[in-house]
């Protein structure tokens, strides 16, 4: 900004300016008449001072007319707003349905059946002593297991059990061992809706919304850069 004519008018500044050209000629054009101006006649010690007075002013008048720093420039003031208007429109996406658990069966739920079940009925046939029923039924139960690959998960439920002897002329006894079991196998789990079993994506769509933009609202001081 520049330093005393910021604060005087300008046809003040004009004044000085063109007072101290006429005096810095007037030494040297004395009486003279320029049309726009005219220069005074001065006696000749007016004429000697002013050979110095003169250029001081003019040089005075110049200097003070110098931006010796920088004029306050204007700077606007923004407000970010949310307005369809003066914005526009922008696509956004939103979510028409959330996430939702999908339905399953898992051990976590508890166990609410079998899936397979089977009796078997059979004898071991006649021999020695040494055994008795509930042996028997261990092992048929043993091997149908065996015959099924089934793994550690199954039930087991013994109907029914009985055992024949029978002594021959000599006194020996042999026996006849009979058992009916019921294994059920491949367990059956309750079903139910749990984000235990995943989640089905959420449905989403697309949709226009205000747009958001910089607003003008007004202006403040600050200093001009260089």
């Not at 040297?28 to 008449?33: A, R």
């Not at 939103?94 to 089977?118: A, H, M, N």
């Not at 509930?134 to 439920?157: G, M, V």
Request: with cysteine.
């Amino acid at each position: 900004m520049q330093i005393v004519p910021e604060y005087l008018p300008q046809e003040f500044g004009a004044l000085l300016l063109s007072l101290a050209l006429i005096l810095t000629l007037a030494p040297y054009l004395s009486g003279h008449d320029f049309g726009i101006f005219k220069i005074p006649a001065f006696s000749d010690s007016a004429r000697s001072n002013l050979k110095w007075i003169g250029p001081v002013l003019l040089v005075t008048g110049i200097i003070i007319h110098l931006p010796f720093g920088h004029a306050p420039c204007d700077e606007p003031i923004y407000k970010v707003v949310t307005d369809q208007e003066l914005c526009g429109t922008t696509t956004e996406e939103y979510i028409v349905k959330p996430e939702t658990p999908k339905t399953c069966r898992l051990p976590d739920f508890g166990q609410e059946g079998w899936s397979k079940t089977e009796t078997v009925t059979q004898s071991s046939g006649w021999q020695g002593g040494g055994s008795n029923p509930t042996n028997w039924c261990n092992q048929l139960t043993a091997s149908f297991i065996q015959s099924r690959s089934i793994d550690s998960k199954y039930n087991k439920e013994v109907l029914g059990q009985s055992e024949e002897s029978n002594k021959d002329w000599t006194g020996h006894v042999t026996y006849n061992y009979h058992c009916t079991v019921k294994v059920d196998w491949e367990p059956v789990y309750a079903e139910r809706t749990d984000p235990k079993c995943g989640m089905w994506s959420a449905e989403k769509a697309l949709r226009k919304v205000p747009a958001q933009c910089k607003q003008k609202v007004g202006n403040k001081k600050v200093e001009c850069s260089a």
